[in-house]
């Protein structure tokens, strides 16, 4: 029954916006099923402390909007790390930094924050306050974030911009990657892949990147962007749309098999 329900599917899909509340969670593209947009099988591999959250939503920007309340549920206020001179905090009673984290002098982070045990904290990051970083996260030199989630092992190590966006675990992004969330217009953003458009309602959006993808340096993702589980950007690229898991973007609708 539900293979010819897929046929059936795959035979009236047309190139038309769906509304969110007819779609469930089954996603065409390209004549293929996508059913990794739910946000704990696009980020996360094992279990965490955000998976009761993840839990909680269909698609994953609907997180966006919940990112600062989650944030106050976790219990803020306890720095646990060494914080050398140099390092500013911004309403550090709202900033958790767990055991064993490195915080590099120069780092600028205000709250709510959290930052989960092992992560690094470099030289001229900037934290700009509702940010939750799993373990071993690294945030680096000149890398921008606000509104965004990095699970475990997450990683964007030097020159990123990160706006209301989400890293699942075990994502690199190259140096230089950009993870655009506004449109010129301000209009709402819509994620797209080749047969269905979603709106989410939603003005500021930047990138989702499932566990394990990653980005050639230079990369900059237009908003509403996706990288399913372990997708790739190849350097300089200007990534849109929704790259399909274990495929390399190479233009809009467009892929290449890892």
């Given amino acids: 029954m539900w293979k010819n329900c897929k046929q059936l599917l795959l035979l009236t ?6 509304s969110l509340e007819n779609t469930g969670k089954i996603v ?30 269909e698609w ?22 060494k914080i050398p001179d ?29 930052i989960g045990r092992g992560s690094e904290i470099r030289h001229g990051a900037y934290i700009r306050g509702d940010v939750i970083a799993g373990e071993k996260v690294v945030i ?4 921008e974030v606000k509104n965004a989630i990095f699970c475990s092992h997450a990683k ?10 989400i890293l699942g675990e075990n994502v690199n992004l190259g140096a230089g ?7 010129f217009d301000h209009s709402a953003v819509s994620v797209r892949t080749q047969d269905q458009t979603f709106e989410t309602g939603l003005k500021k959006m930047g990138a989702f990147f499932g566990a394990d993808a990653q980005t050639g340096c230079n990369t900059v993702t237009n908003p509403g962007t996706i990288f399913l589980r372990n997708a790739k950007s190849y350097p300089n690229s200007t990534v849109c749309g929704v790259v399909p898991e274990n495929h390399i973007f190479i233009k ?7």
């Fill in 177 to 183: 990657t950009k993870c655009a969330n506004l449109k």
């Fill in 13 to 18: 899909v047309e190139k038309k916006k769906i």
């Fill in 156 to 165: 964007a190590a030097h020159f990123a911009y990160i706006g209301d966006s």
């Fill in 86 to 114: 140099g390092v500013y905090l911004e309403n550090r009673e709202s900033i958790s930094i767990e055991e064993d984290c490195i915080i590099e002098s120069g780092a600028f982070i205000r709250g709510p924050c959290f």
């Fill in 28 to 57: 065409v593209h390209k004549g293929r099923f996508v059913n990794f947009f739910r946000p704990q099988q696009l980020f996360q591999k094992k279990d965490s402390f955000l998976t009761s959250f993840f839990d909680r939503f």
């Fill in 140 to 143: 680096g030199h000149t890398t």
């Fill in 60 to 81: 994953p920007w609907e997180l966006l909007p919940e990112i600062h309340s989650f944030l106050l549920t976790l219990p803020l206020g306890d720095i646990k790390s």
């Fill in 252 to 258: 809009r609708n467009e892929f290449k098999p890892v």
